[in-house]
């Protein structure tokens, strides 16, 4: 399947939502869903995607079920575990939740859900803030990016989470990005032919939490993989392999300087950012993973 425009599966979710305009998180699902097809229960944290499905708005035509902010994989773990007792098979179980749920504030919960073996797809739609109330920093914002909370720019490095999910030694795990949905997709699918728990991190670059105009989404994320600010690349049974790789990679100034949170950056933070990423890139193309340290 080489476009969207290929895809046989019907589109599972229809018009209708009080979400911003470009919202990346509903493109997420919508692909999500078109590539794993109608057996498929979908477990939301809370966050901005409760919205999306909250009455009086039903724009999905799957099952779904929202779950505290701390325990949507717990609850991954109970479904899978009803779907066994009942001899259902065959149904996809997805965990559809923030980086704030994840990164932060469900991580022990996803922790113990991989540890368990479980099998469901977790995947983070990663606007790299807690949007939902009001773009304060979480463990997915990038050094210097401007949060609610980091007004002067976030002074933090940003968690490794693929890496610490990887660690946990479960069977595969991925980065992804809306703007690049058939590599999305590939792995979704992917994902869901493994008999245990799977990880994907899929950046959702967000209008409103990073400043620029909702048009741009796409242009937005695709710049974040062309200039290597978020690679693209999975881990399957420990095997790291790039799954996108640039010619030669855009200088990361086009990309930061699109967005509001990177206003005000000096010219030489931005040449530090770009020579972090330049190192990183220079191991991740040898397969250096575990060596590199993301930007
Ligand atoms: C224990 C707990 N703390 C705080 C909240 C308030 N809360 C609701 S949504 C949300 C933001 C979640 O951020 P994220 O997971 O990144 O999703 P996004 O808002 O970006 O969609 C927060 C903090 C909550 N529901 N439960």
């Not at 989404?217 to 640039?246: D, R, S």
């Amino acid at each position: 399947m080489k476009s969207v425009a290929s895809l046989k599966n019907e589109s599972l979710t229809v018009g209708g939502s009080p979400l911003c305009a470009g919202c990346p998180a509903s493109l997420g699902l919508k692909l999500a869903l078109q590539a794993l097809g109608k057996n498929t229960i979908v477990i939301n944290a809370s966050g901005c995607m409760t919205l999306y499905v909250t009455y009086p708005y039903m724009p999905l035509k799957t099952p779904w079920i929202h779950l505290a902010i701390e325990n949507a994989a717990a609850g991954a773990s109970g479904i899978r575990a009803a779907l066994r007792e009942t001899g259902k098979k065959n149904i996809n179980v997805i965990c559809y939740a923030g980086d704030g749920a994840t990164y932060d504030i469900g991580f022990q919960s996803l922790s113990s859900a991989v540890e368990r073996g479980d099998k469901f797809i977790y995947i983070c739609y990663n606007n790299q803030s807690f949007s939902n109330t009001g773009v304060q920093k979480s463990g997915a914002t990038p050094e210097k990016a401007y949060t609610t909370t980091t007004p002067k720019g976030n002074p933090f490095k940003r968690k490794p989470l693929v890496k610490i999910m990887a660690a946990h030694g479960m069977p595969y795990t991925a980065t992804a990005c809306v703007s690049f949905p058939m590599d999305y997709m590939k792995k979704l699918r992917k994902a869901s032919k493994i008999n245990g728990p799977s990880f994907i991190d899929l950046l959702c670059p967000c209008p409103t939490g990073w400043g620029f105009h909702s048009s741009r989404m796409v242009e937005v994320g695709k710049l974040a993989v062309l200039t290597g600010a978020w690679p693209l690349y999975e881990i399957e049974n420990g095997k790291f392999k790039l799954t996108y790789t640039p010619a030669k990679l855009l200088p990361v100034e086009r990309y930061l300087s699109l967005q509001y949170r990177f206003k005000h950056l000096s010219k030489k933070e931005i040449n530090e950012i770009q020579r972090k990423i330049n190192e990183e890139w220079f191991l991740l193309e040898k397969g250096k993973y575990w060596e590199a340290e993301e930007y």
